[in-house]
């Protein structure tokens, strides 16, 4: 017979796939971003259900909240052309099929029936009241994991770095203003009087 939290996983499952394949079938960008954020609400779902509160908040609030609204805002600013898209997607469809399979198989060598079988790892116990997953998790990362999230960190600190490099470099044909400048500037600089002499009043 089928439980509840059974029957939620099942659900979650087909939405989360579903919303999948359609954020890479859907020919709008606009709308394969609003399938990932299904996409990630359904993830979300299921890391409750596996105990991970934590994380499906800091799904919810991080992704949906903030990295999505800003892949709406740069697709909807840019202006795309969609039918050099599809072109360019047809050219490279063999090579990216060939990289698909080669991860496909990669993923099932590293978390394979041996690590995530049914019959293999049993039901985990049911953990006390007390008990903090946020407590947990930042002993694992700070401890057992303490090097893989200092190189993670210092990747996307090199990432950000690259970013703000692209952005702020110099163009020629950019007009911009120097702060350094604007705040030394004096009103004599901006602004000449002018003596005139009086005009008659017309008759």
């Known amino acids: 017979m089928m439980g509840f939290e059974k029957f939620l996983f ?22 394969s971003a609003l399938f990932l954020v299904l996409a990630f609400f359904n993830s979300a779902g299921l890391w ?32 795309i052309n969609i039918a050099e898209l599809r072109a360019g997607f047809v050219r490279n469809a063999p090579v990216a099929i060939v990289v698909a399979i080669a991860m496909a198989v990669e993923l099932l060598i590293v978390v394979g029936p ?26 694992a990362l700070f401890t057992e994991h303490l090097y893989a999230f200092e190189i993670a960190a210092v990747i996307l600190l090199v990432g950000i770095v690259a970013a703000i490099g692209l952005t702020m470099r110099k ?5 911009y203003q120097d702060p350094s400048r604007q705040v030394t500037v004096k009103a004599s600089d901006r602004l000449r009087v002018i003596k005139m002499d009086a005009e008659e009043k017309a008759r």
Do not use: C
Not at 171 to 175: F, M
């Open 171 to 175: 163009r020629p044909e950019t007009k």
């Open 48 to 79: 409750l259900l596996a105990e991970a509160e934590f994380l499906a908040i800091a799904l919810v609030l991080v992704y949906v909240g903030a990295v999505m609204v800003l892949f709406l805002f740069v697709v909807m600013m840019l202006d």
């Open 10 to 31: 099942y659900v979650f499952s087909v939405f989360l796939i579903f919303s999948a394949v359609m954020v890479i079938t859907r020919k709008n960008p606009v709308h």
């Open 114 to 139: 041996q690590r995530f079988g049914i019959d293999v790892v049993a039901a985990p116990e049911p953990r006390p009241a007390g008990y903090s997953n946020t407590e947990e998790l930042g002993l």
